[in-house]
């Protein structure tokens, strides 16, 4: 790091403070993330596209690091958790990407394995129903509070084999210059990857500042 960017590891400096890319911590992004939440990335989840109409798009909120991408991502996940709280296996709602228009947003809806006589085409839809379903808020000035959008599609993936095993997935995810450090972990909700210095996991110890 230079004297003008002091961020490692990837982060980029904003003149304030260092903007960490995903699973970096720190003042500097100097450490790899304590967690890495990986059960998005096992399914099953429906993909979904909503077209947000009272918010504005810019560039920036094209790059998942941004603050801008983060305030949005933040906001939408919220909205949805609020809309999908009463919808049985709903697990949570994953941002995948941004783009023009007003901002149309490309998202996955984390879901609990179905039983085995339901299907997940079937689920989607009814997904897609209770968002459109959704009382608007009273306003939607883009300064308003709450989002005003509508859902445009949705498609059912069920939880598929994996190409690469918990340990080469854990590897892949975490940040380069950490990655042999990490390790998978199941947990009845999904999988994470951790380091010995995730608290609460076998084999764990103290590793204080680093």
Request: net charge positive; proline share 8%.
């Amino acid at each position: 790091p230079s004297r003008t960017d002091p961020c490692l590891n990837g982060g980029r400096w904003t003149g304030t403070g260092c903007l960490c890319p995903p699973n970096v911590d720190g003042a500097r992004c100097e450490f790899g993330a304590t967690t890495i939440n990986l059960t998005a990335e096992l399914g099953p989840f429906v993909t979904m596209l909503a077209r947000v109409t009272n918010r504005d798009f810019s560039e920036d909120m094209r790059d998942p690091s941004a603050p801008a991408h983060r305030r949005f991502a933040a906001e939408f996940s919220r909205t949805m958790d609020g809309i999908y709280r009463n919808v049985s296996g709903y697990r949570g709602t994953h941002v995948l990407s941004l783009s023009r228009g007003s901002v149309v947003v490309n998202f996955r809806v984390l879901l609990q394995p179905p039983p085995a006589n339901t299907s997940l085409d079937h689920r989607a839809l009814e997904l897609l129903a209770v968002a459109n379903a959704a009382a608007p808020p009273h306003n939607c000035s883009p300064s308003a509070d709450g989002l005003c959008f509508s859902a445009t599609s949705a498609r059912a993936t069920r939880a598929a084999a994996l190409a690469l095993n918990d340990t080469e997935l854990c590897r892949q995810h975490a940040p380069a210059n950490f990655s042999r450090f990490y390790f998978p972990y199941r947990t009845a909700n999904g999988l994470l990857c951790v380091t010995n210095c995730t608290l609460n996991v076998p084999g764990s110890f103290d590793c204080h500042q680093g």
